[in-house]
T-cell receptor
Framework: KAGVTQTPRYLIKTRGQQVTLSCSPI?????VSWYQQTPGQGLQFLFE???????NKGNFPGRFSGRQFSNSRSEMNVSTLELGDSALYLC????????????FGPGTRLTVL | TQLLEQSPQFLSIQEGENLTVYCNSS?????LQWYRQEPGEGPVLLVTVVTGGEVKKLKRLTFQFGDARKDSSLHITAAQPGDTGLYLCAGAKAGKSTFGDGTTLTVKP
């Protein structure tokens, strides 16, 4: 069974631009969560989608948004990029209704210049 | 507010040594997961513990969940260079997972 895939793996943007990251969960998994990982803050929860609905949300500004499609694939969007948005963005999928045991993708490394 | 504290933050040991890393909280969790992450990759789930006092073994790794379900430990016996990585614990509560900041382990040959 294929694992969680994320595209692109690396991305370089400049301040003020926007970016869209994509995540394809493991087949059959309906919950997708997004995390931001930085050396100083660790793994920070962004949001979780289940059956196309945002079920949980972390403490990030409205510039961070996401959505989930009927095939469970998910995208997250960051608008008006800031230098501090440089991070590894991780997507995780889970089988059950509660995203406890999560399977992570390799991440998208975003660099904002 | 950091709900999960991991210690030590960094650990560098020689191959063959034993080690224990800790994950502590003042909150009670319904379950707790341990993950290992290698540079440039996403975390990989190692184990889930659910019952207070539960002990699980995965080859040379032993995981324990505290009796009160507030803390956990990971013990590695005879560490190998392949054990090098970032070890993360995650506590589950009300359908949400909170991650600790991790322990970076380096095992030198």
């Amino acid at each position: 069974k294929a694992g969680v895939t994320q595209t692109p793996r690396y991305l370089i943007k400049t301040r003020g631009q926007q970016v869209t990251l994509s995540c394809s969960p493991i087949s059959g998994h309906r919950s997708v969560s997004w995390y931001q990982q930085t050396p100083g803050q660790g793994l920070q929860f962004l949001f979780e989608y289940f059956s196309e609905t945002q079920r949980n949300k972390g403490n990030f500004p409205g510039r961070f948004s996401g959505r989930q499609f009927s095939n469970s694939r998910s995208e997250m969007n960051v608008s008006t990029l800031e230098l501090g948005d440089s991070a590894l963005y991780l997507c995780a999928s889970s089988l059950a209704g509660t995203p406890i045991e999560q399977f992570f993708g390799p991440g998208t490394r975003l660099t904002v210049l | 507010t950091q709900l999960l504290e991991q210690s030590p933050q960094f650990l560098s040991i020689q191959e063959g040594e034993n080690l224990t890393v800790y994950c502590n909280s003042s909150s009670v969790f319904s379950s707790l997961q341990w993950y290992r992450q290698e540079p440039g990759e996403g975390p990989v789930l190692l184990v889930t513990v659910v019952t207070g006092g539960e002990v699980k073994k995965l080859k040379r790794l032993t995981f324990q969940f505290g009796d009160a379900r507030k803390d956990s430990s990971l013990h590695i016996t005879a560490a190998q260079p392949g054990d090098t990585g970032l070890y993360l614990c995650a506590g589950a509560k009300a359908g949400k997972s909170t991650f600790g900041d991790g322990t970076t382990l380096t095992v030198k040959p």
